[in-house]
């Protein structure tokens, strides 16, 4: 499992950088994609969701170099380097937001706001396209996009911490960031909300009708009696 912890207000106004190790070489066992160095023009998809909340979206994993023509990543015979930045949800950063991050633009280039205290089980895909959609309306994978399942865990916590008082010459406790727009309900050991389908810009679609956006709370199921309240994104970005 991987850990990420925004302490303070000033520590959660950046992204946190994540980086992973991941052995894809032996779990794929895949020459067009192990061969020749950095992914032979594949994309790394992320796909996060949340054990209790069920908070999902999909991004591409931050490429080393190539993004656009030929995407590369760091690896040798032992590992994959999959980072990618984390965003606390300040309301700036959400819709609504001076500086949104929860949009398309951040997705391509590895960056995701997902809300604290929650895990997140992540799942890895890899194609040649960056449409970070891996599944057409019948809940099919599209051609091209292989699935390669969860190969990770993400704990995203946020802290209190000790900072120096300069005003009182002593020490005192910061809280965490309280603009975190979430309220959290009760939790259940399992989630039993359905695994999301993702649309082109990394949130979750409606797959009965056939759109790439579903602009109800429920596809987010931020509705339910267990979960999270979180804010109204915009669909179509």
Do not use: C
């Not at 960056?130 to 599944?135: G, K, L």
């Not at 993400?154 to 979430?182: C, H, M, R, Y």
């Amino acid at each position: 499992m991987t850990n990420v912890n925004f302490d303070n207000s000033t520590d959660s106004a950046t992204y946190k950088r994540v980086n992973m190790y991941i052995n894809l070489s032996s779990i794929l066992g895949d020459p067009t994609l192990i061969s020749g160095g950095g992914t032979g023009g594949k994309y790394i998809w992320l796909q996060f969701r949340g054990r209790k909340t069920n908070y999902q979206r999909i991004i591409i994993a931050d490429v080393d170099s190539g993004f656009g023509s030929n995407p590369q990543y760091i690896h040798n015979d032992r590992y994959w380097k999959i980072s990618f930045g984390v965003y606390y949800p300040l309301a700036s950063f959400i819709e609504g937001g001076a500086a949104n991050k929860d949009i398309l633009a951040q997705k391509l280039f590895g960056y995701v706001v997902l809300p604290a205290d929650e895990t997140y089980d992540v799942y890895f895909y890899y194609s040649t396209s960056a449409s970070i959609q891996p599944y057409d309306t019948k809940g099919d994978l599209i051609s091209g996009v292989t699935a390669l399942g969860k190969l990770a865990v993400l704990n995203v916590n946020q802290s209190a911490s000790l900072i120096f008082d300069g005003v009182n010459d002593g020490w005192k406790v910061q809280e965490p960031d309280s603009t975190q727009p979430n309220v959290m309900y009760r939790s259940f050991v399992n989630n039993e909300l359905s695994f999301q389908y993702m649309s082109s810009r990394g949130k979750p679609r409606n797959t009965t009708t056939g759109d790439n956006f579903e602009l109800s709370g429920n596809i987010d199921n931020r509705n339910a009696e267990y979960g999270v309240q979180t804010w109204t994104p915009d669909y179509n970005d």
